[in-house]
């Protein structure tokens, strides 16, 4: 039986009936990683024998008659930024090689009973949208190996996508998980910021930072939310709103629901089969009954470069703390406290991380702060009010999550501004701060195909009941 093509929830289920053991089902994902993780490339760190002792305690406890939660027992990749006590967290950066924090993060903490298979690769410290930036390898799209995952989250898409993990946890700034997860056909969800705790996960931007979760279909993603939300003490960020039950009216339908549309996402250059499957989501929902309205995000425009002050400026501040001096790489030229510093940064950070530290540090620096940063702060705020006069009008909004089906390996590397466009769809939700999932509808040219639902704060309840719906009709993604 080839238990790594199932669901979490159809896993759940016969882990329940003891018709299948948690070993049994940890051995064959493991087993599937033997096989497909030479050419898949989604892993830095593997970690079988903590994921077969993690399995072991579950089955101990079913025997015992203990009741566990729905997810005990599910194999679970972890991106490699968010920290895992004992277990090296590198950032997929030469700067943390050899680093194994002392800690969990939050997230883990909350996931004790799944078992981790492994720390899944990531652009370096999440600056990508390719998962081409990592100092470590390639990781290949499971559909095609010549194309990209999309990124930074890529390696815990590619992991899910290839069954080489059922659920994964991944951080999205700009779109680190919804454009993977549209690449590889599997269901990505960026929670409301504040909804999950980010304490253990590795700073890029703190405004934008958020964990959450990919899996194989919608259900997953619920289950999965539930398990990690809430308020944490660690994390002053967190919001004391308390998580709703997202399995509750899941698939209660879209009837008398009404979806925005918003008019600049329909107007940008969008791949042809993108928007045929756009129209295709669109209709789907009319016949569900809900009604499709147009809606306005007039200050989409200026997100991406809005973004792209914002977050390397966060970045340049948050990435300081890597000086090789407490921890990780340290440059072994060093006649002198200044030379230590100059080398460890240019020998441990890529290009890509330096790109973004240079550019945040002279966003932020004396005399160009007002003109930059500031002035990209109140661009934002405009763009939250879109979001916010447009949801007033409907339930949630529809739109692609990448203008693009996933381009080749090698294919943007070298144009920054180019790779910068792939985030143009993700990046208004993230300055935003509101919830947005990808959910797959199919394939084009053998490549999957996503649409990205998004909603008011701390609505995540709302989108992924549109998403079931949607769901419904285009069917799960199969392993590729």
């Known amino acids: 039986m080839e238990l790594y093509r199932k669901t979490a929830h159809e896993l759940s289920e016969l882990l329940v009936q003891k018709q299948i053991s948690a070993r049994e089902l940890t051995e064959d994902v493991i087993a599937r990683i033997d096989s497909k993780e030479q ?15 993690t399995a072991r305690k579950v089955d101990e406890l079913r025997a015992k008659g203990e009741e566990l939660p729905p997810l005990a027992g599910i194999p679970l990749a972890v991106k ?21 924090p002392p800690y969990n993060a939050t997230v883990v903490e909350k996931l004790p009973l799944l078992p981790m298979v492994g720390k ?22 499971p559909w095609d190996f ?21 659920v994964a946890l991944g951080t999205d700034t700009g779109g680190s998980i919804r454009q993977p997860a549209a690449f590889c056909g599997v269901v990505g969800l960026k929670p409301t910021y504040g909804r999950v705790s980010r304490y253990g996960a590795v700073a890029f931007a703190s405004s934008l930072d958020q964990i959450g979760p990919l899996t194989r279909d919608v ?6 939310l539930q398990a990690i939300s809430g308020q944490d003490k660690h994390d002053s960020t967190s919001a004391s709103i308390p998580a ?29 089969a993108v928007s045929l499957k756009l129209e295709e989501a669109r209709k789907i929902l009319e016949e569900e009954g809900a009604q499709c309205i147009e809606v306005s995000l007039p200050h989409s425009d200026y997100a991406v470069a809005a973004y792209y002050l914002i977050a390397p400026a ?9 000086d090789g001096v407490r921890y990780g790489y340290r440059s072994p030229k060093a006649p002198d406290t200044v030379s230590m510093f100059s080398n460890t940064r240019s020998e441990g950070f890529g290009s890509e991380v330096k790109r973004r530290i240079m550019l945040g540090t002279y966003a932020l620096s004396s005399g160009y702060y007002d003109a930059y940063y500031l002035k990209a702060q109140k661009v934002r705020r405009l763009i939250a009010d879109d979001y916010s006069l447009a949801l007033r009008q409907c339930d949630c909004l529809l739109t692609p999550t990448t203008p693009s089906l996933p381009f080749k390996i090698g ?25 947005a999932l990808n959910l797959p509808v199919g394939f084009a040219e053998g490549l999957p195909v996503g649409v990205q639902l998004s909603g008011n704060h701390f609505a995540e309840e709302t989108i992924l009941r549109v998403a079931w719906a949607l769901e419904r009709r285009f069917g799960p993604t199969e392993v590729a």
């Open 39 to 53: 050419t898949v490339g989604a892993y830095i760190t593997l970690t079988a024998e903590h994921a077969m002792e």
């Open 411 to 435: 294919e943007m590397i070298t144009d920054p501004l180019a790779m910068y466009q792939n985030d143009l769809c993700t990046i208004p939700v993230n300055l935003a701060g509101v919830p």
């Open 314 to 322: 966060e970045a340049s501040s948050n990435l300081a703390r890597f």
């Open 219 to 224: 259900e997953d993603a619920a289950l999965m």
């Open 120 to 141: 899944a690769n990531l652009d370096e410290f999440a600056m990508g949208s390719s998962t081409e930036n990592s100092a470590y390898h390639l990781t290949h799209n």
């Open 80 to 100: 490699d930024n968010i920290c895992t006590k004992g277990v090296p967290t590198t950032c997929a950066s030469k700067i943390l090689e050899h680093y194994k």
């Open 244 to 272: 709703a039950d997202y399995t509750a009216r899941l698939k209660a339908g879209v009837r008398g629901m009404k979806i925005g549309i918003p008019k600049e996402y329909v107007t940008i250059n969008l791949a042809p």
């Open 146 to 166: 010549q194309r990209v995952p999309g990124g930074s989250s890529g390696g815990p898409a590619a992991a899910v996508a290839a069954g080489e993990a059922i």
